[in-house]
């Protein structure tokens, strides 16, 4: 395909896509149906389906029964690790090699004008990006991801939680899937704010953020403390009636999911004229500039915080101003501590 149809690259590299971001309608007034109906296809399509689909396979043919779960053994929490393991290596392992080992699109429609593997860097174990990322992502990222899931489906088995089924609460358990992705939105937003504060940023997310040009071994590579906070929304199935497929619909929302806004790519190739949209526009900026778009654009919670960059040279602008702003503001505060201080 050629990209210069959907974007243009610059004398940098980077490549970004003509159209603008858009952030979803459903928070918008006044309340425009028809918006929301046009906006619906690409909230569920393709990804948020195709997670769906990966979860129901899972509770019905990888998912120990009921009685194996109601006590916590060796053997079962080993099963469900090596289970989450498969399922990221195949996704995130052939999307790796298809996009970033054999280079079969080569640069067409990726953001950052080169490749990690091309460079090495010492922020990185071993120098290397991709070994780095694939290490934290099976020695923190999935066990801690099972842990959760040990955890809830225990919960499940032993009746613990305000569990139901399909049969008895159809409409609750239906939405509550719909606005799964919204809730995992919101959480995501909430925690990334929160391990931006400079001494969380420091200690914590800067191991992600060391990855400027994602790719995908990128996207659970993270601190095993943001791995904590990450999956910690999925806690709110222990609080709210639920169902254990449910449980799993929202792990893959978070972990296999994770993968989309890291894979570096606009589009993903499937033909001479084909390709599969990522929406991975927005994630990808926020790597790029660190303090922009702490969520995906669903709900417009970067808008009403002022951290919105929907990839125009006025919303770059708006950023720009943004960080004087921070910046002049910091160095007053520097300056009154040390008139303040009069020193020994």
């Known amino acids: 395909m050629d990209e210069h149809r959907f974007g243009t690259r610059d004398k940098r590299g980077q490549w970004a896509p003509h159209e603008p971001l858009q952030v979803g309608p459903l928070l918008d007034w006044p309340w425009n149906a028809a918006r929301v109906l046009k906006w619906l296809p690409g909230y569920f399509l393709p990804w948020n389906a195709v997670f769906f689909a990966l979860a129901v396979a899972l509770w019905a043919w990888a998912t120990p029964s009921r009685e194996t779960m109601q006590n916590l053994a060796p053997g079962w929490i080993a099963f469900l690790f090596i289970r989450n393991s498969a399922v990221v290596l195949l996704m995130f392992g052939a999307l790796e090699l298809r996009l970033y080992v054999h280079r079969r699109q080569d640069l067409r429609f990726k953001y950052n004008g080169s490749f990690p593997a091309d460079r090495k860097s010492d922020v990185f174990w071993f120098k290397s990006q991709n070994l780095d990322n694939t290490l934290r992502t099976f020695m923190s990222g999935l066990p801690i991801w099972t842990a959760y899931e040990v955890l809830i489906l225990w919960a499940w088995a032993n009746g613990i939680g305000p569990w139901a089924a ?58 095993p403390v943001e791995h904590l906070l990450y999956w910690s929304d999925t806690l709110i199935h222990l609080l709210l009636p639920s169902h254990p497929l449910l449980v799993l619909y929202h ?63 006025e919303a770059h602008a708006r950023m720009t101003e943004r960080f004087k702003r921070k910046k002049a503001s910091s160095a007053m505060s520097r300056s009154s501590s040390r008139r303040e201080d009069p020193g020994p």
Do not use: C
Request: no cysteine; aromatic share 14%.
């Open 166 to 223: 399909f049969g008895d609460h159809p409409v609750w358990l239906t939405v509550f899937a719909l606005a799964l992705p919204l809730v995992h939105e919101v959480h995501f937003f909430a925690i990334h704010r929160l391990i931006h504060l400079p001494a969380l940023y420091r200690m914590v997310h800067s191991v992600h953020h060391n990855s400027v040009n994602p790719s995908p071994w990128s996207s659970l590579s993270m601190h």
């Open 251 to 313: 792990l893959q929302i978070g972990g296999t999911g994770a993968v989309i806004g890291h894979v570096g790519f606009d589009k993903i190739e499937t033909g001479k004229e084909t390709a599969i949209d990522t929406h991975a526009y927005a994630h990808y900026l926020h790597h790029k500039y660190f303090e922009v778009n702490y969520a995906d654009g669903a709900l417009p919670l970067d808008k009403w915080f002022g951290t919105w960059h929907d990839g125009t040279s």
